[in-house]
């Protein structure tokens, strides 16, 4: 899938430097924002901070327990994945498999009952 690309930038996808910022890009939430880095060129998913993600995996891990240990079916398991792959606002990685508003592994997050899509695709 290919991102969309700022008009002053010479890489596709959002651009990295704040200089470089389109007004689309600029008014992005930071989050999901950078993933071209103008100085090399290069394309790189940037999640959210280390420690965001350990809250959302305790807070998920803490959620699942109080949900009893549920899981859902296989049905729904591939129903959500298939959500995560068609993300509609591109922010599923697919050589990670991983999301880039949450930072979650989907390989694992749709399996469990308590869990949600962080931008309510399910």
Not at 12 to 30: F, I, T, Y
Not at 95 to 119: F, T, V, Y
Request: hydrophobic share 35%; net charge positive.
């Amino acid at each position: 899938m290919t991102k969309p690309k700022c008009e002053s930038c010479p890489v596709a996808g959002p651009c990295r430097s704040p200089a470089a910022l389109c007004r689309r890009h600029a008014e992005a939430p930071e989050r999901w924002r950078p993933v071209v880095d103008h100085v090399n060129g290069s394309t790189a998913p940037v999640y959210p901070p280390l420690a965001t993600q350990l809250a959302n995996v305790a807070k998920a891990a803490g959620w699942f327990v109080a949900s009893g240990l549920e899981t859902v079916s296989q049905e729904e398991y591939e129903r959500r994945r298939g959500i995560c792959r068609a993300c509609p606002t591109g922010r599923y990685v697919e050589a990670d498999d991983r999301c880039l508003a949450c930072g979650c592994h989907l390989a694992i997050k749709p399996w469990s009952k308590a869990e949600r899509c962080p931008d309510g695709h399910w």
